[in-house]
């Protein structure tokens, strides 16, 4: 058995010690922003435009956050958000996992070349197709309704070629195996690949659920009223509600829409990890 000299484990140690001062810098970049978030939400309105600034208040205040739904309709924009991002995770997980079993476990003409569309789709940035989405929402006469802001933004490129690339990291006797025992599709699917897929399709998941969540532009396009307005649209619509913007209450709303994908995390984040990892660490 190799044994590794002291030497050898002082020589390592600056490189140790490199990556920690790496991690905690990043850890930094990431959690100084939201802490100044969360303080401020929590000031009165002198505090916020001492100069120079302060990070800690003279004394705290929940005050903001009562004034969220005084100015604006938050819990509309809360179940707005709910509904869409729900809808569009269900969507985007059921088809790109059934499109992702497509490509890998089923033979049919073009398969090679519907993967290179999904491929190219994910090289195409969203903001491009926006003038054309919108022309055609407007004229079927979808502005101002979940349909229009949902259905543009169902595609699934990227959940296809991450179920896609896990699907052909298992291993493939198991699949033959179930196969000689008559298993079809849909069985293969659901009673053989899935339960050994719930990592990765919980990333899958967790993924779209962010993404979704904080979705801006297009619900910004299509809607305009609170009736199907999300969350990060009635931010702005806080921010500007009285012609100056009172960052108290802005702050507030910013901390309640980061609060459930926070949680959520917290949940799933060890589940994200495994399934994202998954198909690296096969032998």
Known sequence: MRQHSPTAARRGAP?????????????????????????????????IYTQPITWLPESFTAGNYAAVNETVPFNRYVLNSVIITGVLTVVQVSLGTVMAFALVFLDF???????LVVIASLMVPNQITV???????????????????????????FGTYLMRNHF??????IVEAARMDGAGPMKLLFRI????SWPTVVAFTLITIV????????????????????LPVGLTLLQNNEGA???????????????????????????????????????
């Open 131 to 157: 003038i054309s989405n919108y022309a055609l929402v407007s004229e079927l006469g979808w502005r101002n309704t979940f349909q229009g802001i949902i259905i543009p933004l169902a595609g699934v490129a």
């Open 245 to 283: 913007t009172n960052w108290g209450p802005v702050m507030a709303g910013t901390v309640l829409t980061m609060l459930p994908i926070l949680v959520i995390f917290l949940v799933l984040q060890r589940q994200m990890i495994k399934g994202l990892t998954a198909g690296a660490v096969k032998g």
């Open 193 to 196: 690949l899935l339960p050994m």
């Open 211 to 230: 993404t979704e969540w904080n979705q801006y532009l297009w619900p910004f396009l299509m809607a305009d009223t609170s009736a199907v307005a999300p």
């Open 15 to 47: 490189g140790k010690i490199a990556g920690y001062v790496v991690m905690v810098l990043i850890a930094a970049l990431v959690l100084v922003p939201v802490a100044f978030i969360v303080l401020t939400s929590l000031k009165e309105r002198p505090d």
């Open 109 to 115: 003409p073009g398969r090679k070349l519907l993967f």
């Open 168 to 173: 052909m990291s298992l291993p493939h006797e």
